[in-house]
């Protein structure tokens, strides 16, 4: 029976029609669902990975047990991967294994706009780009046929707008795939130097291979169009745009196997038409590819290679006209990203300014930190870089920015790659202080479960990290603990740890304020009569609070009752509320 489902659903869908027995993967935007939803069939172990390396490896060794399995990630993600990615490619795959990644054009929750198209074509990986959710299913299943086929892991990439929109798919059932024997084989699997230059004609062969198949599978197709003045070569979100805007005006090849591309279909194709043009978001991935054999398409000189397509940018570009829409008479006001009311993070911030330090920051939701009013953070790199990038900065200042720079860091982010950092700390012996944001819960992508929350993917009770006791057992002596609701607490953790004499660990704990487990306290209530309109209390930029002709104003439906707020009011006008 046909139904509506969200691309990450779909691909999920399709690992499970397929047989697929084991998943790993870490949270990403917008890649998580695709876990989140494979979980949900009793027949496919899911995990949450500490981060995507180990993700992809355990995949790998799930595949080699002769398993299908599967891994996903968002681009940055797959950075973290690139180890084990380019290496399993000289491997090969005993039962069939897919990478799933996410782009994120438009950057919508990610620090770039990366083009995972190139590590397909790096890697010499085959890559599939479904268009909608039906694809996302089917797709997912012809790639494990395609990993089998010929011997290769096989990249399955996303996108925000794919990944998250819905589309009507036909769900199938279960097919269950035979299990494969493990049989030893070092020459394949020991990638030593020797082995490995034997593996890499593999490779090579195997790439020929794959654009051979490239020529004749349905997953690229043409699509005739009235109009031969102008031929479209386009994929993923980009198809849909296209057709949304030209019909079957023109003609369109249409490319599902995104590498290795064909180059005869392409070269028939741009033979019929008067003027080739291909429609990408991000690199002109494709129009190199066609540069390469000798065509010059319409590119990346008319479609930009920063932030995503849309219907009328695309119908601009191609001079086909279009409802421009009309404006909202009124304007509606910014709402810029804050932290939420109640946020663990926001006395400890609020601290970290107050003291005037140079805050190196990371990956997650206290990345917020950053903005006004608090605006403690100096930097955000990528997942981990905070811990590490503060040992650099400390050490090429000769100590002298020592005791006034701290770096801070997620619980989940910790582990997944902020642990290695701190060991470069304890090892290279930096006097540098690290402060943990622990918040008991994966954050930013949705309340995931991680190694320090004591629970895995299901929900399930299972060993908990104790950071306290792994940050000593890295070497790092001074180790504290501080509720980040108590701004005087806080304050002097922050001064006595800078003043110390050694590497140190503050880890701010309190759960998020969204958990569903979490007892607020009752709403804070502004006394007028008391407020003298001196704006301390906006200070930390609750979303709670605000300034209605000239005094606080508690919102009642966002007030958690946390309490930091009264710390700042020095005329005791943000007054407890009483439970309901």
């Given at each position: 029976m046909k139904t509506l489902m969200l691309g990450n659903e779909a691909v999920a869908r399709g690992l499970y029609e397929?047989?697929?027995?084991?998943?790993?993967?870490?949270?990403?935007?917008?890649?998580?669902?695709?876990?989140?939803?494979?979980?949900?069939?009793?027949?496919?172990?899911?995990?949450?990975?500490?981060?995507?390396k180990v993700a992809m490896e355990a995949a790998f060794g799930a595949c080699l047990a002769g398993k299908r399995s599967f891994c996903g990630m968002k681009h940055v993600g797959l950075n973290v991967a690139a180890d084990p990615l380019f290496t399993i490619s000289y491997t090969g795959v005993n039962a069939g294994m897919i990478i799933a990644v996410a782009d994120d054009a438009g950057m919508h929750s990610s620090q770039n706009e990366q083009d995972s198209r190139h590590y397909a074509m790096a890697a010499k990986i085959p890559m599939l780009e479904p268009a909608d959710s039906a694809e996302g299913l089917e797709?997912?299943?012809?790639?494990?046929?395609?990993?089998?086929?010929?011997?290769?892991?096989?990249?399955?990439?996303?996108?925000?707008?794919?990944?998250?929109?819905?589309?009507?798919?036909e769900p199938g059932e279960r097919v269950e795939a035979p299990a494969k024997p493990y049989e030893k084989n070092g020459p394949k699997y020991i990638m030593m130097p020797g082995n490995a230059k034997r593996r890499h004609p593999v490779v090579e062969e195997r790439t020929n291979a794959l654009i051979a198949y490239a020529e004749t599978t349905p997953l690229n197709r043409v699509e005739e169009g009235s109009d031969h003045k102008?031929?479209?070569?386009?994929?993923?979100?980009?198809?849909?745009?296209?057709?949304?805007?030209?019909?079957?005006?023109?003609?369109?090849?249409?490319?599902?196997?995104?590498?290795?591309?064909?180059?005869?279909?392409?070269?028939?194709f741009a033979a019929g038409v008067e003027q080739l043009v291909v429609v990408e978001e991000l690199d002109g991935f494709i129009e190199a590819h066609c540069r390469n054999m000798g065509l010059s398409p319409v590119g990346k000189d008319t479609f930009s290679c920063i932030d995503e397509l849309n219907q009328n940018t695309v119908a601009e570009k191609l001079g086909i006209p279009y409802e421009k829409g009309t404006a909202l008479q009124e304007s509606i006001p910014p709402r810029p990203p804050v932290m939420c009311a109640g946020c663990p993070h926001r006395g400890l911030f609020y601290t970290l300014a107050k003291n005037k330090l140079t805050v190196l920051g990371d990956i997650g939701c206290y990345t917020l930190g950053a903005v006004a009013p608090l605006a403690a953070i100096d930097t955000t790199i990528c997942m981990g870089a905070s811990?590490?990038?503060?040992?650099?900065?400390?050490?090429?200042?000769?100590?002298?920015?020592?005791?006034?720079?701290?770096?801070?860091?997620?619980?989940?982010?910790?582990?997944?790659?902020g642990v290695t950092g701190l060991i470069n700390i304890a090892y290279n012996e930096s006097n540098s202080t690290v402060i943990i944001l622990d918040n008991?819960?994966?954050?930013?992508?949705?309340?995931?479960?991680?190694?320090?929350?004591?629970?895995?993917?299901?929900?399930?009770?299972?060993?908990?990290?104790?950071?306290?006791?792994?940050?000593?057992?890295?070497?790092?002596?001074?180790?504290?603990?501080?509720?980040?609701?108590?701004?005087?607490?806080?304050d002097q953790a922050v001064k006595e740890e800078l003043a110390a004499n050694e590497p140190s660990v503050i880890i701010s704990r309190r759960?998020?304020?969204?958990?569903?487990?979490?007892?607020?306290?009752?709403?804070?209530?502004?006394?007028?009569?008391?407020?003298?309109?001196?704006?301390?209390?906006?200070?930390?930029?609750?979303?709670?609070?605000?300034?209605?002709?000239?005094?606080?104003?508690?919102?009642?439906?966002?007030?958690?009752?946390?309490?930091?707020?009264?710390?700042?009011?020095?005329?005791?006008?943000?007054?407890?509320?009483?439970?309901?």
């Open positions: 397929a047989g697929c027995s084991f998943v790993s993967s870490y949270p990403g935007t917008p890649s998580t669902e695709i876990t989140e939803c494979a979980a949900k069939y009793p027949e496919i172990y899911a995990e949450w990975a500490p981060n995507e797709f997912a299943k012809l790639a494990y046929e395609l990993s089998e086929q010929f011997d290769t892991p096989v990249l399955l990439k996303m996108c925000t707008r794919v990944a998250h929109s819905q589309s009507v798919v102008m031929g479209i070569i386009t994929s993923s979100t980009s198809y849909q745009y296209v057709k949304e805007v030209c019909g079957d005006r023109f003609p369109v090849l249409k490319l599902g196997m995104i590498w290795p591309m064909p180059e005869k279909l392409i070269k028939d811990v590490s990038g503060l040992h650099g900065f400390n050490k090429a200042s000769g100590g002298a920015t020592e005791g006034k720079s701290v770096a801070v860091i997620g619980d989940s982010t910790f582990m997944h790659s008991s819960i994966t954050g930013m992508t949705g309340h995931q479960q991680n190694p320090t929350t004591g629970f895995n993917l299901k929900g399930d009770p299972c060993t908990k990290i104790d950071l306290e006791s792994l940050c000593r057992s890295v070497g790092i002596k001074r180790v504290r603990v501080v509720d980040p609701y108590n701004l005087a607490e806080c759960p998020c304020a969204l958990l569903k487990y979490v007892k607020h306290k009752a709403p804070l209530i502004a006394n007028s009569d008391k407020c003298v309109g001196c704006k301390s209390c906006m200070r930390i930029g609750c979303p709670a609070i605000s300034i209605v002709d000239g005094k606080a104003k508690i919102d009642n439906t966002l007030c958690v009752g946390c309490g930091v707020c009264q710390q700042l009011c020095k005329f005791d006008a943000l007054e407890t509320g009483k439970e309901a």
